[in-house]
């Protein structure tokens, strides 16, 4: 049976949505275990352990504050390290955690490990288009493992996005785009042209040249690859923005006139849809992709339906079959 | 009396809106001169030569499908290139364009010529600050005049948007941030660490340290510094997110219910004063900072109004000395 790993103590609301989203999870989900890793008798408290449920006593909590490599290898009886160590162990099948991102991606490289000939893993978020074809998504990789990056690292996360868009996500053939300062070749900085050169070699994967992150939204590629920094960058613009625009309207429709009040109580049913449109939560978290089985993180912020989604979303990496194909091709490279 | 160039062919709606703007400007600001610079028989038809308007006769036109370098070296008789050589020649102040981006910095890089002691002259756009200090805006540097950028350059970008937002938008003592994967010293990669250290000891700024793209919109500094890889892919994201955004929203009102649509046109005005709150052509357009002379560029759709506020934008960037301090700063480093 399946056995989700879940760090209760991640999260700016740990471990309260921890423990909502466990519960939700295993009613939601038949046949699949979840191991809780976290302070005993706060989770003892609010749950009782069943044979689909086990708590697991751990003493420490890697916090937002702690500096990422030095916390997984100096805080060995965290939540979050007892709960990667439990999947290196082959006693759980995938982490989940909302706890500190450089910390998780720490865990991920040191404690679960890298597949064999990939030099390093990267984090792929999934973004929703938001125009056009609304309601698919696409995958940003990598969106900031990596402060530097090479260009023979870009070549194994537009392989491994390409893998988890076509048996995660059932994209078939997906489009692989390279994120660059234009849309000809030849464009970009000198590690954007190594990586293109790369790239448009790869015989494993559908290259259809640069893309601008000016076009992202609208679903200009299913896998967008970048180097780390940059990617980063553009996660973070995104989702800056997109929060911006929706705060100013609020702030707009709040602080206006009577009229705009009343229109915005009757477009209230449209903003919350799309507020639910661009939720990227609502497909789960970003992946660490690389590593020997599901290493998944969600925003500090996640509430219960968050996590119980990336919980969902384990699963669902898991039965598709993902990382041992991934394997394979990557053994015979 | 002040001089401004204006490449009448540059530009998606070029030359209407080049011509009209050029009217239109000299009708609201007194006391300047316009060199046009364009198809001679399709000028003349719209326009008539006065005390304050030249028009100059040129016989190529730089594209969008151009390659920078060769299109400024090879069509020397282009309204791009005879107007950025007007600058240089001192028969013009400053030049504004809505054309070819690329070979825009490089007349400006290659005709117009960088300041004493610039390594690289960097691209400077000005950003709505959209929650908190409505109103204000930010300078993005370098947003994509160079491909690989180097931790020096990062230093001088900083100095410039920091002489330009206190002498030309009058910002006092002007918060420079650098655009990082996070807020702590000591983040990023290689290239930004240096630059951090850089600026942490540069007495002339006031640097405040990292800054995340996700903030940049809150208006967390005044000046973003990033490389010119980066800050291309962050200002389209940015760009990119904004307009997607609005698109959802009207679609959503436009293919929603009755009550929506109806809420929608109530809020018609709300939505277009947040439309103008984002409209980044409202402060001009991206100057290129680092050369002898305002080098503007506007967006390949501007229209006449978006053309005529980068116009006043030259004229205001000349007025406030803005060339000649930075000349001086750089003299003597």
Chains 1, 2 share one sequence.
Not at 149 to 158: D, G, L, S, V
Request: hydrophobic share 45%; aromatic share 4%.
């Amino acid at each position: 049976m399946i056995t989700i790993a879940l760090d209760a103590m991640g999260g700016d609301h740990a471990p309260d949505v921890t423990i909502e989203a466990a519960k939700v999870f295993l009613e939601e989900v038949p046949n699949v275990k979840v191991k809780l890793f976290g302070d005993e008798a706060v989770l003892r408290a609010k749950l009782q352990a069943n044979d689909r449920l086990e708590i697991i006593p751990t003493t420490e909590i890697v916090t937002g504050e702690d500096e990422p490599v030095k916390a997984i290898r100096g805080k060995k009886d965290s939540s979050m390290v007892r709960a990667a160590q439990a999947v290196k162990d082959g006693e759980a099948d995938a982490i989940v955690s909302a706890g500190n991102t450089g910390a998780l991606l720490t865990a991920g490289l040191l404690v679960v490990g890298r597949i064999k000939n990939i030099g390093r893993p990267g984090l792929a978020p999934l973004l929703p288009v938001v125009s056009g074809n609304l309601g698919s998504r696409f995958i940003l990789m990598d969106a900031g493992a990596n402060a530097d990056t090479k260009a023979e690292n870009m070549r194994q996360f537009a392989i491994l996005g390409s893998y988890y868009a076509a048996k995660v996500l059932g994209i078939p053939n997906p489009r692989v785009g390279l994120i660059n300062n234009g849309t000809e070749a030849g464009k970009g900085s000198a590690l954007s042209q190594a990586a293109y050169d790369l790239l448009a070699e790869e015989a494993s994967i559908n290259f259809i040249g640069n893309v601008e992150s000016r076009n992202l939204l609208e679903g200009v590629c299913d896998v967008a690859v970048t180097d780390g920094f940059t990617g980063n960058a553009v996660l973070k613009a995104i989702e800056g923005t997109a929060s911006a625009i929706v705060r100013l309207l609020k702030d707009k429709i709040m602080g206006g006139s009577t009229m705009a009040k009343l229109g915005g109580a009757m477009l209230k049913d449209t903003l919350k849809g799309m507020a639910k449109d661009v939720d990227t939560s609502e497909f789960g978290g970003a992946v660490l992709l690389g590593v020997k089985a599901p290493v998944i993180k969600t925003h500090g912020s996640s509430d219960a339906r968050a996590i119980v989604n990336a919980m969902k979303q384990a699963v669902t990496i898991i039965e598709s079959g993902f990382v041992q194909e991934a394997t394979d091709f990557f053994a015979n490279e």
